[in-house]
């Protein structure tokens, strides 16, 4: 299983950028898949999670209705547009995956629950 993020760099704030992550030899279509970011010195976050059976989606409170978290099932890709950005949303994002299919992993952000990970893709904004 490979994940591969892409889209990452950097913005002033109010800006926008879209990232992306591709999946390679996993099944995509019952699983939940999530952008995660780790700022230095920080825990590692779950930003947003998307429920790939029904598109279901589920953000933190502090990025709802800055980001949207989607899928293309036919590209095996997931995707985070990230609008009105802000400096504290400078981080590392990563992309995730559950292992084992089926809802159980609804609603979640916890780190614990994705077992797949991408190497990330650094995301800074500047005031």
């Known amino acids: 299983v490979q994940l591969v993020e892409s889209g990452g760099g950097s913005v002033q704030a109010g800006g926008s950028l879209r990232l992306s992550c591709a999946a390679s030899?996993?099944?995509?279509?019952?699983?939940?898949m999530s952008w995660f970011r780790q700022a230095p010195g920080k825990e590692r976050e779950g930003v947003a999670s998307?429920?790939?059976?029904?598109?279901?989606?589920w953000y933190v409170d502090s990025v709802k209705g800055r980001f949207t978290i989607s899928q293309d099932n036919a590209k095996n890709t997931v995707y985070l547009q990230m609008s009105s950005l802000k400096p504290e949303d400078t981080a590392m994002y990563y992309c995730?995956?559950?292992?084992?299919?089926?809802?159980?992993?609804?609603?979640?952000?916890?780190?614990?629950?994705?077992?797949?990970w991408g190497q990330g893709t650094q995301v800074t904004v500047s005031s």
């Open positions: 030899g996993y099944t995509y279509s019952s699983n939940c």
């Open positions: 995730a995956a559950t292992v084992a299919p089926g809802s159980w992993c609804y609603g979640s952000l916890d780190r614990r629950d994705f077992g797949y």
């Open positions: 998307i429920y790939t059976g029904d598109s279901s989606t």
